[in-house]
């Protein structure tokens, strides 16, 4: 059984640092890609970053040059270092794995852990 279990959320002031960590169970997890998504109040999923089982790495144009991802392979879990936080970061932030080689397996979520950026 696969699970993604979110930790790391929180309340921060803006400027301010979080650092969260997905960590899976249940499957290969060096050959799956894991992203990080989020989703405010009101508004769709979207997209915050993602890593390859490669590495390599790709973020949304609204968090580049503040978040950063990584993985470590060994302890089975992905991290996203979120820093000079904005109020606009605001949301429940929600871990992915997909693997896209075949066979192919997922997505598998997470349950999701809030973040707010408030003074």
């Known amino acids: 059984q696969v699970q993604l279990v979110e930790s790391g959320g929180g309340l921060v002031q803006p400027g301010g640092s979080l650092r969260l960590s997905c960590a899976a169970s249940g499957l290969t997890f060096s050959t799956y890609t894991v992203s990080w998504y989020r989703q405010a109040p009101g508004k769709e999923r979207e997209l915050v970053a993602a890593?390859?089982?490669?590495?390599?790495?790709n973020y949304a144009d609204s968090v580049k040059g503040r978040f950063t991802i990584s993985r470590d392979n060994t302890k089975n879990t992905v991290y996203l270092q979120m820093d000079s936080l904005k109020p606009e970061d605001t949301a429940v932030y929600y871990c992915?794995?997909?693997?896209?080689?075949?066979?192919?397996?997922?997505?598998?979520w997470g349950q999701g852990t809030q973040v707010t950026v408030s003074s």
């Open positions: 890593v390859s089982s490669s590495g390599s790495t």
């Open positions: 992915n794995a997909l693997r896209v080689a075949i066979p192919r397996r997922g997505p598998y």
